[in-house]
């Protein structure tokens, strides 16, 4: 339990430096560029893990439409992520994103026909809340960028329904080189409208870093899943947060302000109350 503990803290600091490598390539490149390294470095490493073991089978799909949707979900939720740090502090759009799981729990109802009671209504209802908190609409430090951090996190939940949907037609092997797959062809169609050669070495490595971060984050959210229950290491999941801020502050010499502290802890609150009556079924 331990180890599937380790393993998803470690899981937020991969994500929180992909997300900081992100933010710095931003600020000279394209966002479909960061995406598209992101998405294609990814694949590179499914595709060296999986086809060696399970042959070109492992892209055989019963469900197509999912899968594609699931593809423009993530690559939607990435160009959106990757677009607002390039604006935004990376502690704040963190934050946001920390409401996926409230949102994946707001669109099961309706579309796994998972039960929802008052308590969960409210615990969704409070991290909504710390989002407003966070991004201050109408404030003076508001910025239309945290708005796309939302969508970001909003896209990312319905991929993760999706996935749900399609879990018992395909093997998990199938859907995790489905989506940078798919998604790194459908950015590529972009790519010649905005592609730049990588002006140094320094920036290469980066953009490579970038899908090499992401693709063994999410191998270690797969490992932490597998050695310990999830509702005893999605908790952990929340340390991206803390991660964040520590990323944000070394590269970019940014500290979160009270705001974004307060309403990152009514969100993770939130999120633990939900993880807890979905564990406890009430």
Known sequence: MLLGIMCMCLAGVHFSVMGGAAKLLGETYSSLQVSWARAFIHMLFLTALFVPRFGLGVLRTKRPGLQ??????LTTSNLCFFYAVTFIPLAKASAISLTTPIIVALLAWPFLRERTTALRVAAMLAGFAGVLIVIRPGGEVFHIASILVVVSASAYAVYQILTRLVAPYDSPETSALWAPLTGAF?????????????R?????????????????????????LRFAPANIVSPFQYVQLLSAVAVGWLMFSHMPDAFTWAGGAVIISAGLVLAWAQAKGR
């Open 186 to 198: 459908l950015v590529m169609a972009a790519l010649p409208f905005v592609w730049e050669t990588p």
């Open 200 to 224: 140094s070495w320094g920036d290469a490595g980066m953009f490579f870093a970038i899908g090499a971060l992401g693709a063994i984050g999410h191998y270690l959210v797969g490992y932490a």
């Open 68 to 73: 594609l949707g699931r593809a423009a979900m």
